[in-house]
Nanobody, 125 residues
Framework: QVQLVESGGGLVQAGGSLRLSCAAS????????MDWFRQPPGKEREFVAA????????YYADSVKGRFTISKDNAKNTVYLQMNSLKSEDTAVYYC??????????????????WGEGTLVTVSS
């Protein structure tokens, strides 16, 4: 079992930055690929970014490429999402998720094994 707890959400103006964190506990963190998903108000959950268990492979949704960066600190059992140049359309509840996988990434919600409770990001225009 893996427990995931997100933090770092909040209210920010358009053009600003936030860094989300997701702390994991329960298993060997380096064996788990980590993703960030988000769910905007009234919409379905969507993929944002992914990183392999070893941290060597990343993958981004086109909507955030060049603005968001995912990183993983296996020593701290934490995955981060640095979000820059935020837009109003980035407003959503952000979730981290985990799946066993050292070398590859995943991007479909149905692939993921464990989920956090989410943290709200609100971008004001």
């Amino acid at each position: 079992q893996v427990q995931l707890v997100e933090s770092g959400g909040g209210l920010v103006q358009a053009g600003g930055s936030l860094r989300l964190s997701c702390a994991a506990s329960g298993r060997t963190f380096s064996n788990y690929a980590m993703d960030w998903f988000r769910q905007p108000p009234g919409k379905e959950r969507e993929f944002v970014a992914a990183i392999s268990g070893g941290g060597g492979t990343t993958y981004y949704a086109d909507s955030v490429k060049g603005r968001f960066t995912i990183s993983k600190d296996n020593a701290k059992n934490t995955v981060y999402l640095q979000m820059n140049s935020l837009k109003s359309e980035d407003t959503a509840v952000y979730y981290c998720a985990a799946k066993r996988g050292y070398s590859r990434t995943y991007y479909r919600p149905g692939d993921m094994e464990y989920w956090g409770e989410g943290t709200l990001v609100t971008v004001s225009s």
